[in-house]
Structures are given as C-alpha cells and as structure tokens.
C-alpha cells in the first residue's frame, strides 16, 4: 500500500522536477535572446546557445587532451615522457622502462650520443664535480652542481614554491637564482647558494627613481649565501620585452621587495635604462663586480652573432679581466611567467644552434677559459642536458624541470594567478595543497637523478667527467635513418 507520506514525496518531487524543467527553459530562452542580440561573437548569434559549446569543449579540451588523446611524445612545450621522467625521478622511484624506447630516433635533427667500446668498470663511472666561476673576483665561486635552478622570480612563483625550491637546492648543494624579482625570506631563508639577478628593473637594488642603488646591492652582496650577480639582457621567451607581472600577482609583500606599487601590473623596461652598447656593458659589470667582490655575469638569448663577435672584442680591448664571469645562454624554446606569443614564437636563436656558436666565438677570441657558459632551455632530462654539456656548456640550469619537481602539470596559466598545482599563484586555496618540506625532497630528488643519468650517458660514452663529453660524441640524424658527427654542423 502506498503511504500518504510517498504520495506527499512524489507530489514535491513532481513539482520540484516542473519547476526545474521551467527554469531549464526560461534559462535557455534567456541565452538564446542573449546570444541572437549580442553581435561580438558570430557563432553565438548564428547558432545560439548550442555555439556556447564551442567555447567549453575549447576550454575543457586543454585539459583532455593531455590525459586522453596526447600521445607520449606528442605534447608541447613538454610531452608526456618527458614529463613523467621528471616525475619518477623527484619521487625517486624505479627509473627503469620496459620493451623499448618511444623516442623516434630517425627524426631530423635528432642528437645521437656516441657509446664507447669498452666503457670502464661501474667502480670507475663518470662523476661531475664542482667548478670554479670568477677565478679573479675577489669571492670567486666554486659552484658544487653542474646542474642548477634558472631564474624565477617571487611573484611569477608562490612563497610556497619558492620555499620549496630554496629547501631543495639546499638539500642539493645547487645555486637558486632569484630572477628578476629581487631577493625573499623565502629565498634567503633555506641556506642555500643564491645567484641574484638585477634585471632591467632593478628590483630589490633600486631606488624611489628605479636607478640602479649601488649601496643596496652592497648590502645582498655582503650576505655570504649570495654568491654571484646575473645581470639579465634578455630572456629566451621574450626577448626585447621586460619582465611582465600581471596585477593581480602582485600582492603587499611582492609590492615591498620589489619596490613598486601594490596592486599595479609590474612592467620592466625592454632594456636596462643604464646599458645602450657594449662599453655600458662592460661599465655595469665593472661596477656590479668591484661592489659586490663577487662573480658577475650576464643572462642573454643570442640575436645576431655577430653581436658576441663586437662584444669579445670591446672585451679584449679593455683587458679579458673586463669580461663577464660567465654568460647564461637561454634560448628561444626558453619560458616564461608571462610572455607575448610572438616573441615567444619567433624571436632569439635556439639553443642548438647559438650554443656551439656562442662556444666558437668565445674560443676564437680567446676568452673561453676565462668566461663559463651556463645554458638554460628545455634541459629537463638527462639527454638534452648531456648534449648542452657536449656542446659548450659548463654548466646547465632549468626553471620549468624544476617546476614540475614541484608538480606542476604544464596547465600553462602561469600568468592568471589560476595555477591549479600553487607552483604560481599567489591564492592561499591553491597554495595550501603544495606543502614546501615534501616538495623540497622532491627538487633534491630530481637533481640527484638528473645528475646520475647524465652521468650515465658520460659513462656509456667512456669519460670520466660529463665536461669531458664534446662534440665528438655525438652525431645528429640529417635524414631519414642517416646520421652525420655533429662537428659538420658546427
Ligand atoms: C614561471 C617562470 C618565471 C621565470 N622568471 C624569470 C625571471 O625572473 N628571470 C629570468 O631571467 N628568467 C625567468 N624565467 C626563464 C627561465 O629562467 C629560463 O631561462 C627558461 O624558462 C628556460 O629554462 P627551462 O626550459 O628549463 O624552463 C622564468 C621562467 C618561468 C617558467
């Protein structure tokens, strides 16, 4: 027998499904007079309300895409293989595959590295040691990594990622570069090797004006972790454009280290205001370097080479002391916490062209052992960062391997203050999923991995040291299955 209570229930059951059907309806006649009035968007107009669809499949697609439809090596800027070596190896967990590789080793352009006959014994395999930067400074730098962490400044990063990452290079006897956003608590704070960098801002070295303080660098320089100083020309992702920090990142805290306005999109200029040719180069780097007593470099993207070629010269006509400590060499594959897609797209050389080059010239001039290559562009896994070594590099530094130490999932909304992983959002609901001490093991992790399979590939290639890998090494496929050595390219 039916109750009167389930009648009661199925009469407001009934009538609450009416009104929801009533309110479905009413709601898509509203869109559809929406859609057919407004005139911005032609597909709304043209088919109204269903055209919505378009827009969140769009939107949803992102996100599919790269869990069901992407294959392993299809993905941009990083595909999944890449990715997931980066995350076996912060976990540190089994680094083996099965069966085989899924790399197309015949592609055009591909890099081969050359395995010796007899490689030596397990108990005499390659190892990486530490190198000196700024030999002549009067705090040279015996940098303990070969491999580090790039620039990113705090507020394109969280407090939470940088704690992380700080905790982490200290964990793993690596440098942290500040990038441009000038110096933290959350930098400063883990102990660990830091590498200040003045971009064209000046941030946290500047004055109410924006002019360069010499007695604020004084200051960062008199704290031992400080180690060297990276004055930034130009960045892979954008070159010709300043730093870009979007207003909604930029919070009190971000505001008063930076030295600007809270609340106000924070944009460098394109170029350092102080330095329009060489000679002001060099100025600066003289100036940087007698305040500091420290090492003193510059981080660039290489344009036309013949602009290396004026500088060595402007260089040796002053003295090779003169001379940048080192240059860090980003690419156009570089990235960004905020860049426009055409410079993005287009503009600056790619890594594996301007590096041997850079090294060339540096050679040809006579200045190679005085100034260190430090290379930085998509070097997130063992191979490409063999072959930077190979082909120029002392030392390799990445932001976006790191990043995904941390766990970011390449959601590519770095510059919404969105990011769903808080590697780059400033959100304390999405900051509080990242825990700094658990991450930071993971960024130690990924560097000791890193480190052991470069070694590897040294072993397997018979030198002792991955700076003993060269050219030599490697052949680069110019057609289908047709490899040639690397040193006809070069
Ligand atoms: C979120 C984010 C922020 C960055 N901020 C800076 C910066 O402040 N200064 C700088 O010189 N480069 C900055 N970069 C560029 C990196 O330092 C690096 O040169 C570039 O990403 C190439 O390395 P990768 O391929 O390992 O990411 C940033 C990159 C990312 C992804």
């Known amino acids: 027998m039916i109750s009167e209570f389930s009648i009661a229930f199925f009469n407001i059951a009934a009538i609450l499904f009416t009104c929801l059907i009533g309110c479905l309806v009413l709601l898509v006649g509203i869109l559809y007079i929406i859609d057919v009035t407004q005139k911005k968007q ?43 070596w980066v995350y076996r190896a912060s ?37 990486s040691t530490s190198l000196r930067i700024g030999n002549e400074c009067r705090y040279p730098y015996d940098a303990p990594s070969i491999f580090n962490i790039s620039g990113m400044s705090y507020g394109a990063l969280s407090s939470v ?25 959350f930098h400063k704070d883990a102990g660990c090797d830091i590498i200040f960098q003045i971009g064209t801002a000046k941030y946290g070295v500047r004055d109410l004006n924006g002019n360069f303080a010499p007695n604020k660098l004084k200051d960062i320089a008199a704290l031992p972790q400080v180690k060297m100083f990276e004055i930034k020309l130009s960045q892979g992702a954008k070159p010709g454009k300043g730093g870009m920090l979007p207003a909604s ?6 505001a008063e280290i930076r030295g600007i306005p809270e609340g106000e999109a924070s944009i460098s200029p394109n170029r350092h205001p102080n330095i329009h040719s060489n000679e002001t180069l060099l100025d600066f780097i003289d100036e940087v370097r007698s305040l500091s007593g420290k090492p003193t470099g510059i981080k660039t ?65 006579g200045l190679r052992k005085r100034i260190r290559i430090i290379a930085s562009g998509k070097l997130v896994a063992p191979g490409a960062a063999a072959l930077a070594i190979a082909t120029g590099a002392d030392f390799i ?60 590939i040294s072993h397997s290639c018979g030198v002792h040291d991955p700076r003993e890998l060269s050219h030599k090494h490697v052949r680069i496929v110019t057609q289908h299955n047709k490899s040639i050595p690397m040193k006809e390219l070069i």
């Open 42 to 84: 032609t597909i709304r107009r043209n088919y109204p309300v269903i055209g919505r669809f378009r827009y969140l499949f769009e939107h949803l697609g992102e996100f599919f895409r790269q869990y069901f439809f992407a294959m392993d090596r299809e993905e941009l800027p990083f595909n999944r293989a890449l990715r997931n």
């Open 91 to 127: 976990k540190d967990v089994d680094a083996t595959l099965a069966f085989g590789s899924t790399r197309q080793i015949n592609l055009n352009g591909e890099a081969i590295f050359l395995n010796a006959p007899y490689p030596t014994l397990d108990s005499n395999s390659a190892c």
């Open 161 to 185: 990622a940088v704690t992380a990452l700080a905790k982490g290079a200290k964990k793993a006897h690596c440098w942290l570069n500040t990038g441009e956003g000038g110096l933290s608590s």
């Open 249 to 254: 990142k930029i919070s009190k805290e971000i």
């Open 301 to 365: 993207v290489m344009g036309d080479p013949a602009w290396i070629h004026e500088l060595c010269d402007a260089i040796n006509a002053r003295g090779a002391k003169s001379a940048p400590d080192f240059i860090t060499l980003d690419c156009a594959e570089g990235g960004t916490g905020a860049a426009p897609q055409p410079l993005m797209d287009f503009v600056g050389m790619p890594l594996r062209e301007s590096l041997p080059l850079l090294n060339r010239i540096l050679e040809e001039k």
């Open 397 to 456: 530094t990445s932001a976006r391997g790191f990043m995904f130490s941390l766990g970011c999932i390449q959601a590519m909304q770095c510059n919404k203050n969105t990011c769903p992983t808080g590697i780059t959002t400033h959100k304390a609901s999405l900051q509080k999923g990242l825990d700094p001490n658990e991450k930071s093991n993971r960024v130690a992790n990924y560097h000791k991995q890193l480190i052991k399979h470069l070694e590897m």
